[in-house]
């Protein structure tokens, strides 16, 4: 399989990150302290590489691209702000805004069931899988892919962010829902829970990297290439690609569904914007900067853009989108595989250059 | 706080009311005709401590106004609105003065008189007010030069109708000539006749009201109902009956006809865009998202040709709609094929790619737009011809503006359907659609095939935003919205048929648009998305499956 | 000998054309069916309907001569035993040799579970063994992609071959092969003749039919033009008319 050496590098400073964030978030380094914004705006970037790998996962591994991903990442994201929002209300006893707006007077009885986290953290595992699941049916099923599937996909999503723009479907309408008190006992905000917090969804990264670069090495991997390929021919050796594709479309939704999980709790509010196409939209364009197909791409991709983004918003906001789209339009056109295209490449001059020189690589089985 | 800031309203248009009424009245002032009014009386009236005098001046006002000349119309006028507006003089002997702008006169002879040092100005009660509203309402029925002005009087009259004199809007329909006043005049007799004490008035009231079938009759004569009177009389009820079912049935109607109306104008302007689409996916796999900044950008171009004319052909400025057509056809459609040389035909074996690139052509678009025209919705000069619209049945609206969306689609349809089966260029497309590499082997030059049509989808995109600009806001980020239905509209029609695409961008119009009224604009949206998942397990193809190869 | 798969008054259409007509054909356990005719006659998609890739607009195909194959899917035929090499070499291009083997391989027909998590080295074997077969031992680490053409065919023979069909489907197997390579899969296909298996053979290459098969079916527009052996139907007038002559 390709890129193993970048799966380590990656791997490597991904192990270095986590060893970094508590050292640096809490200045435990005589002279080197992290301010907290920076611990948080790291963490952030994490979610957004999970969600990217996530992506990846289907477009790299089985070429089947979605662009309703932002669904499961607010999937994810809502539930842990459900959960964070009953602890605050045991914590503080205090009625969230959009409760009162609507005029309850309490929360719906159901919403009980989030009290408990691991509760919470099961249905972050499993609901939106089993979305995914009942929309990745009927659409495999009935042979929808390529381009269809990626707009199926997409208004999907933006069907969603319709439905909870709007108040009485009971989650904050349009202004969301915010004001969580704790997280895991610390408090919101507060440094030591955006280090923890940091550090998980680097865990995460790093976690869902090994455990990808396993999956797609595995045979399971070969039969979503496979599919990528031909996968008509893929059928006619006897393969259902049905249940193929469902169990890593599934698991691509569950990886999102946790880095929306991971995320919310960071940003302190979820609301329907990240249902907003647009976001889907860049989570692909993330993964097609940096690479496909081998995680490691994703994971650059997310976070050279997202670093470049929060950079020029601040510092040039009318010029970010045409950066964006300059970017996007020079990596379709230039590099077809992304920034990974570039290390290829500058390797196959450097081999035109000094043949002798570089050890060529065997292409492992 | 509504109710105060329209009474400010009201008394500020009175202000302009009163001084032009005082104009004419000063105008007029010198040709002294038999006098029917005793002014002096009249004034001596209003001047009275009594309230009671107050209120039987201000009555004989109402109860002369049909009859009185033209002069004594215009001189009652401006009494009373002096007299509302506190511009009423009372010296102590009765004598009345009104403060004009232009210096104080006597209100009866309207020459210029100073008020004595110890005049009062009254103020009128709110009793006496409620009637002045109806005494200067009444004049102004008679003697308002502006036909708006007028038909404000009657409504007015028509809501407060109690005191004024019977023979008030027969008089005032005999010398009405505008066609809107005279038909306030009618309806408000319809609703005096429905309370008149005469069966044989009420029973011809209640039949001229179910001859015109309207939201607004349907409720009167719903209240009707409870009207013990009603009750009493078989014959009236009996007529109040089928008063009610007919109207109702129109109304039934008038609703079916609006809801068909409004979906086939969404469904037009669906299908414009779509169109588009649908021809560029069936030839090259590809999905355009720019699709949509592609109607934003001719809505763009028509508000520029509007411009343009404004700045040097101010004549021509009504028909620039249709002086926009070709320039918006061709602009757009150059965009679409620079766009298409520039990138899509680079990326034809990799359509997922085409969907990251067109994305990004379309952020680039929707900034560009942003950058040099700022993000506010344009506003356009929508011309005459292009606002309002036509009554059919019950409340069914024919709107010029949808009309010209609905006009302009079947155009777009005819033209591209003669496009795609009349001319060369469309037998390559069909060509190159149906089997690509055997198109390409009998010398059709694909290349040039895919950027003509990838001009002309876009060119037509264009004309759905000239199309859209008098209906929609036109903003840079209008075009976002039409991705996604427009896709839709292409699951639905199935690729390579023109007329597929059209039944779909109709279908989903209707879905829309009929939906939307009872549960809303979400619901219609799910409901819209279900079924085409529900369409495509049952018919993965389209609606018209296209024939071919693939 | 047994009927392997029988075709009863096929037809099939796209759109108003009709590719192929009220057509009749069958082929038997333990025999080599030829069929042959000229471009467009109808031989890749009467393929197409064994195989479940197109559905007839009329006519019946029996597995066995007895199972009716009309409600199986594509997925379902080739777990039945029907195995199909294509006329335009499909094979993954991402995946190595043995890759690509590997998943044609299918020890678990029942379950794709225990299919997916088969371990490597069971059919490591059989792999091995069909790599020799078809002379790609040396290039079982590249990716099918980069092979030649005729690579390409024999990668592909051997994944059909490795999946151990019991109707075994060849559109123009030794097109674009040496006359060298050509002899090599005469010579295969004559070993993988067995009492259990029927192998069918589209090709246009006569010699090659002529070696293989033991009877052939001479298709034209749609409709069987004449069945019998190879050297009857080279001195049949109409098939030379139509066919060989040209
Ligand atoms: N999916 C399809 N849609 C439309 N036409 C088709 C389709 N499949 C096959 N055809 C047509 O049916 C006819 C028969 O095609 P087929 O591929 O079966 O011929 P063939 O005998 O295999 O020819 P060759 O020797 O060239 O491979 C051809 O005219 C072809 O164009
Ligand atoms: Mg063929």
């Known amino acids: 399989m390709k890129g193993e050496g970048s799966t380590w590098l990656a791997a490597g400073l991904l192990s270095l990150l986590l060893v970094l964030l508590p050292l640096l978030g809490f200045g435990l380094l005589p002279g080197l302290a992290l301010p907290i914004y920076a611990v948080n705006l790291a963490g952030q970037v994490m979610c957004f590489a999970l969600l990217a790998m996530a992506v990846d996962l289907m477009w790299g591994g089985a070429g089947v691209l979605s662009l309703g991903h932002g669904l499961f990442f607010a999937f994810g994201g809502y539930l842990c702000a459900m959960h964070l929002l009953r602890s605050a209300y045991a914590a503080t006893h205090k009625l969230p805004d959009f409760l009162l707006f609507m005029g309850h007077g309490g929360f719906p009885s159901w919403w009980r069931l ?252 | 706080m509504i109710g105060g800031a329209a009474a400010s309203l009201r008394i500020c248009r009175l202000g302009l009311v009163i001084w032009g009424a005082l104009m004419c009245l000063v105008l007029s002032g010198g040709r002294a005709d038999a006098a029917a009014y005793d002014r002096a009386r009249l004034i001596g009236q209003l001047c009275s401590a009594e309230a009671s005098d107050v209120l039987h001046g201000l009555n004989g006002m109402l109860a002369e106004a049909p009859g009185g000349s033209l002069a004594d119309g215009r001189w009652a006028l401006g ?91 027969q008089t005032a329909l005999a010398g009405e000539h505008d066609p809107e006043v005279a038909r306030a005049l009618r309806a408000w007799l319809v609703e005096a006749g429905l309370h008149a004490p005469d069966v044989a008035a009420r029973l011809a009231a209640i039949a001229a009201l179910g001859g015109d079938a309207r939201a607004q009759t349907a409720n009167q004569l719903m209240s009707l109902r409870a009207d013990p009177a009603y009750a009493a009389d078989p014959r009236v009820a009996a007529a109040l009956d089928a008063a009610i079912a007919h109207v109702r049935f129109w109304l039934r109607i008038g609703d079916a006809l609006s809801l068909l109306y409004n979906g086939l104008s969404a469904g037009s302007v669906l299908f414009m865009s779509a169109a588009g689409l649908a021809i560029i996916f069936g030839l090259m796999g590809v999905i355009n998202l720019a699709q949509g900044e592609f109607i934003m950008i001719g809505a763009y171009v028509t508000f520029s040709v509007q411009q343009t004319l404004g700045a040097f052909a101010p004549s021509w400025i009504a028909w620039y709609p249709l002086v926009a057509v070709p320039v918006v056809f061709l602009l757009t459609g150059a965009v679409g094929v620079v766009v298409e040389v520039a990138v899509i035909r ?72 003669a496009l795609l089966r009349l001319t060369d260029l469309g037998l390559f497309i069909r060509a190159v659609t149906q089997n690509r590499a055997m198109a390409g082997c009998v010398g059709v030059s694909t290349r040039r095939i895919d950027m003509a049509a990838f001009g002309f989808g876009a060119g037509l995109a264009g004309l759905g935003g000239l199309a859209l600009s008098p209906i929609y806001n036109v903003n840079p980020t209008m075009g976002t919205g039409f991705i996604i239905d427009s896709f839709m509209v292409v699951v639905l029609g199935g690729v390579g048929s023109l007329f597929g695409t059209a039944l779909a961008a109709l279908g989903i119009g209707l879905v829309n648009v009929g939906i939307e009224p009872f549960y809303g604009a979400v619901a219609a949206k799910v409901i819209a998305l279900l079924m085409i998942i529900l369409l495509i397990q049952w018919r993965p193809e389209g609606l018209i499956p296209a024939l071919g190869r693939r | ?227 019998g052996s190879m050297a009857e139907a080279r001195g049949n007038a109409q098939v030379i008319e139509v066919y060989i002559g040209r």
């Open chain 1, 114 to 365: 989030a009290d408990s986290a691991p509760l919470t953290l099961l249905a972050v595992l499993v609901l939106p899988a089993l979305l995914a699941f009942a929309f990745g049916y009927v659409s495999f099923r009935s042979r929808v892919n390529g381009v269809y599937f990626s707009i199926i996909t997409q208004a999907l999503t933006y069907t969603a962010m319709l439905l909870m723009f709007r108040n009485d479907t009971g989650f904050g309408g349009n202004n969301g829902m915010t004001g969580f008190h704790a997280i895991a006992g610390l408090p919101a905000g507060g440094l030591a829970a955006a280090v923890l917090l940091a550090s998980l969804s680097t865990a995460a990264v790093l976690a869902a990297l090994l455990g990808g670069r396993a999956l797609l090495a595995s045979r399971f991997g070969r039969l979503l290439r496979a599919i990528r390929d031909d996968e008509p021919r893929l059928r006619f050796l006897g393969y259902d690609t049905l249940w193929l594709k469902l169990a890593a479309w599934c698991a691509s939704a569950t990886l999102a569904a946790i880095a929306g999980m991971l995320y919310v709790p960071q940003v302190g509010i979820i609301n329907p914007s990240l249902l907003d196409p647009t976001l889907s939209l860049e989570i692909a364009v993330w993964v097609a900067i940096g690479g496909r197909g081998g995680l490691t791409g994703a994971i650059l991709g997310a976070v050279l853009v997202n670093v470049l983004k929060f950079w020029l918003s601040a510092a040039a906001p009318t010029l970010w989108p045409f950066v964006l789209a300059l970017l996007v339009l020079l990596v379709v056109l230039a590099l077809p595989n992304g920034l990974l295209d570039l290390r290829n490449r500058s390797r196959a001059w450097l081999l035109e250059l000094a043949p002798a020189s570089l050890p060529r690589r065997r292409p492992a089985r």
């Open chain 2, 79 to 169: 009494v009373a609105q002096a007299f509302s507006a506190k511009a009423l003089r009372c010296g102590p002997d009765g004598h009345g003065f009104l403060a004009l702008p232009s210096g104080e006169v006597d209100a009866v002879s309207l020459a210029p008189a100073a008020a004595p040092a110890d005049s009062r100005a009254p103020l009128p009660s709110l009793r006496a007010r409620r009637v002045l509203e109806q005494v200067d309402a009444a004049l102004r029925v008679f003697v308002a030069a502006k036909a708006a002005d007028r038909l404000d009087a009657v409504r007015t009259l028509a809501r407060h109708s109690e005191g004024v004199p019977a023979n008030l809007a």
């Open chain 2, 346 to 417: 680079h990326l034809y074996r990799r359509p997922l790619m085409t969907l990251l690139a067109t994305w990004a052509i379309s952020l680039l678009l929707i900034n560009l737009v942003r950058v040099t025209f700022g993000t506010q919705n344009l506003q356009f000069r929508t011309p005459p011809y292009l606002t309002g619209g036509v009554r059919v049945v019950g409340d069914f609206l024919v709107t010029w503006n949808h009309l010209f969306a609905i006009g302009f689609a079947l155009l777009a349809f005819a033209a591209t359907q």
């Open chain 3, 1 to 227: 000998m047994s009927t392997a798969i029988a075709v009863e008054a096929l037809t099939v259409g796209f759109g108003d054309f009709i590719a192929i007509r009220d057509l009749s054909f069958h082929a038997d356990y333990g025999t080599v069916r030829g069929v042959i005719g000229p471009n467009g006659a109808g031989k890749t998609t009467l393929l197409d309907v064994l195989t479940g890739k197109s559905r007839p607009r009329r006519g019946r195909v029996l597995l066995d001569g007895t199972i009716d194959l009309a409600p199986l899917d594509e997925v379902a035929r080739a777990l039945a035993g029907i195995g199909r090499k294509f006329q335009k070499p499909s094979v993954f291009e991402a995946l190595s040799v043995w890759d690509n083997l590997d998943l044609a391989l299918r020890l678990h027909r029942r379950s794709l579970l225990r299919e997916v998590f088969a371990p490597a080295a069971a059919k490591a074997a059989p792999i091995a063994a069909l790599l020799e077969t078809i002379g790609l031992t040396a290039l079982r680490d590249q990716a099918a992609g980069t092979l030649s053409h005729g690579q390409k065919q024999w990668l592909e023979i051997g994944m059909v071959l490795v999946q151990e069909p019991k109707l075994l489907l060849l559109d123009e197997p030794v097109a674009g092969m040496s006359e060298e390579e050509t002899a090599h899969t005469a010579a295969l296909l004559h070993r993988l003749r067995a009492p259990g298996r029927s192998i069918v053979v589209v090709e246009h290459d006569m010699d090659f039919v002529e070696q293989v098969a033991d009877a052939v079916s001479v298709l034209h527009e749609g409709r069987t033009l004449f069945e």
